[in-house]
């Protein structure tokens, strides 16, 4: 304890010279092993004296200790004649020429990274009488620091000095508390500022406009288009939910998984636009990890959707189970930081804490490899489908629906990649601009979110999307096989078909073609057309693959274009037009045409109906 008021048994010691306060106004504390080298102890405050010299009184019954001069913390403390770190001064009572007196000298302040806060602007509805403070990791995060609060300068800036040794300082500016953060232009939160330093102690200028203040912000600006996209997916996903179950098909199956994938998705995205506005940020702060829990549920929920929807399978492929390991893994890992006390989660999140960001960004990355592959199975099991489809069948399924689905995941997963790789060398330092990293995860967001509108489109408008016919394939069969006849076909004998019997099936279905023409039937299936020719639907595709080179549906369709050409130069069809005529031939639809006889002719109808008029 000191001893000021007693004139006796005193230690003074005087601080006569030292260079110039880094901070105006600053006081003097001495950190020493009396005192556990405690930088800002007010009990060893000196004193100034009316000759400008500092000094404090400590009584004699301490023979030693060691000791260091501060400007209140160890950012500020005493150095060399250089500028660099001095080693501790030594009070020893034996030693001292006067032990009752001891006049010293700071040579200077030890050399720190410094930087120069100049506030240029600041919003227009900033009340007059508001002061304005600066926190960050460099002072734990404490929003009203009275030292850290910025000087209104004449030219009507805001200015003050930070020192610091940390490698990353991260930073924002409140008028005293977390309720009067700075926000972006939008009103919403910003992420923390940064400025990575470099390895010099110059005084560094950070030029700095204030964009918002989130507490004064109008509601006009708190909705901007993306937040109503956002938005209007999400509700426009809750009337989908209604609706799609009223669908009369018998593809039942397939639409409940469709329903989950929509409501797990909708909520996702509502719960992300809500933890963007601060009055739920900031209220209930643990609501932004869980729109995450979207990173492992969405691609088994719509792998099982696409299984059901161009399968048909009767029950969930084997050991499902491990599709779903990934998300409860996640809910694990996440469930400390959910019991986590409000306000040091909230802490937590502005300070970006280590532990937190690592999660983040391990999950993420996981997150990235584990939906890349799911994408690339769904692209497989499409592929798949449409190869044995056309083995099988005659007419086409409208499949440019899922193709358009799987084009906006792979521009997600790119777009994820990118910040991923953003976010990797901002944290290295290499670049110094983290809003790049929060437009591209918001914008993924929104590419994400036009999977609900076209789901929407397609579940409204096309509603035999949601009918294709029923198949049953094994999906976790090595892998994903094309099977040239239908799986409930009759059970094909053994035997080969050596090559003179394809001959002679060959020429018999030749003259079936010609003389019956089955392909006039829009439905045909192979299965229809071997039950005709009375053979096994296996044979059947045989022939057709090594007999005519083609498979079933191209073959059919070569007839229908053939019989089209035909009837067009027929007088009798001659009121036709080309789409009636095509379905008069066999096709379902426009599309379908077109693409067949482009495909078989190199040429278009139009042309080719142009050319024989000419």
């Not at 403390?77 to 030594?90: A, W």
């Not at 999950?363 to 692209?379: A, E, H, K, Q, V």
């Not at 080309?578 to 693409?595: C, D, H, I, P, Q």
Request: hydrophobic share 40%; aromatic share 14%.
């Amino acid at each position: 304890m000191l001893l000021g008021n007693r004139t006796e048994a005193q230690i003074k010691i005087v601080v006569s010279e030292y260079p110039t306060f880094l901070v105006p106004d600053g006081e003097l504390y001495m950190a020493s092993s009396i005192n556990n080298w405690s930088p800002g102890d007010p009990n060893y405050a000196l004193k100034k004296d009316i000759d400008g010299s500092y000094f404090i009184i400590l009584p004699d019954s301490i023979p030693y200790f060691e000791y260091k001069f501060t400007q209140g913390n160890w950012m500020l403390v005493e150095g060399g004649k250089d500028g660099r770190s001095r080693q501790n001064r030594i009070y020893d009572a034996a030693n001292e020429a006067n032990p009752r007196l001891v006049n010293v000298k700071i040579e200077s302040w030890e050399s720190k990274p410094s930087y120069v806060m100049v506030i240029e602007k600041i919003p227009t509805n900033t009340p007059k009488d508001a002061h304005i403070y600066i926190t960050g990791n460099f002072n734990n995060w404490n929003p009203g620091e009275e030292k850290y609060r910025l000087k209104r300068q004449a030219d009507g800036t805001y200015r003050t000095i930070i020192y610091s040794d940390l490698s990353r300082l991260e930073y924002k500016f409140t008028r005293g508390s977390w309720e009067s953060v700075e926000g972006r232009e939008s009103g919403k939160a910003r992420p923390n500022r940064v400025f990575n330093r470099s390895n010099s102690t110059d005084l560094k200028t950070i030029q700095i406009t204030i964009e918002s203040w989130e507490d004064f912000s109008g509601a006009f600006n708190f909705f901007s288009l993306f937040d109503l996209l956002m938005l209007f997916a999400s509700f426009q996903g809750i009337l989908l939910i209604i609706a799609i179950p009223t669908i009369h098909d018998y593809n039942r199956a397939a639409n409940r998984w469709l329903v989950s994938l929509i409501a797990v998705t909708s909520l996702m995205v509502l719960l992300r636009e809500m933890s963007n506005h601060k009055e739920f940020a900031q209220t209930y702060p643990k609501l932004l990890l869980i729109p995450n829990l979207l990173l492992f549920l969405y691609a088994p929920l719509f792998y099982f959707y696409l299984n059901k929807l161009l399968f048909q399978t009767k029950k969930l492929p084997k050991k499902w189970q491990f599709h779903f390991i990934l998300p409860a893994i996640q809910l694990v890992v996440y469930l400390p930081y959910f019991l986590m006390d409000f306000s040091v989660f909230r802490l937590k999140l502005v300070n970006e804490d280590n532990d937190l960001q690592t999660v983040l960004a391990v999950m993420g990355s996981i997150g990235l490899c584990s939906n890349f592959y799911y994408w690339n199975i769904c692209r497989k099991m499409i592929q798949t489908y449409k190869r044995d489809y056309s083995h099988n069948y005659s007419y086409e399924q409208n499949l440019q629906y899922l193709n358009t689905v799987l084009s906006i995941q792979a521009l997600c997963l790119i777009l994820w990649l990118f910040t991923g790789f953003w976010s990797l060398i901002s944290y290295l330092g290499y670049v110094n601009d983290s809003l790049i990293a929060e437009r591209s995860i918001d914008t993924i967001w929104l590419v994400f979110s036009t999977i609900v509108y076209f789901l929407g489109y397609f579940a409204i408008h096309q509603p035999e999307i949601f009918k294709l016919p029923q198949r049953e394939v094994e999906f976790f069969q090595n892998p994903l096989p094309i099977n040239h006849a239908n799986s409930y076909a009759p059970t094909p004998d053994k035997t080969e078909v050596i090559d003179e019997n394809i001959i002679v099936l060959k020429s018999q279905l030749e003259t079936y073609m010609d003389k019956h023409k089955p392909y006039e039937n829009p439905k045909l299936t192979l299965n229809d057309l071997a039950a005709k020719l009375k053979i096994q639907p296996h044979v059947l595709s045989k022939v057709i693959n090594d007999g005519f080179d083609k498979n079933f549906f191209d073959l059919v369709n070569t007839y229908r274009i053939e019989e089209f050409k035909r009837r067009i130069e027929d007088p009798r069809y001659k009121n036709y037009t080309l789409l009636s005529l095509a379905f008069e031939v066999g096709f379902n639809s426009k599309t379908a045409f077109n693409r067949s006889f482009k495909k078989i002719t190199n040429q278009t109808p139009s042309d080719f109906f142009e050319q024989i008029n000419d």
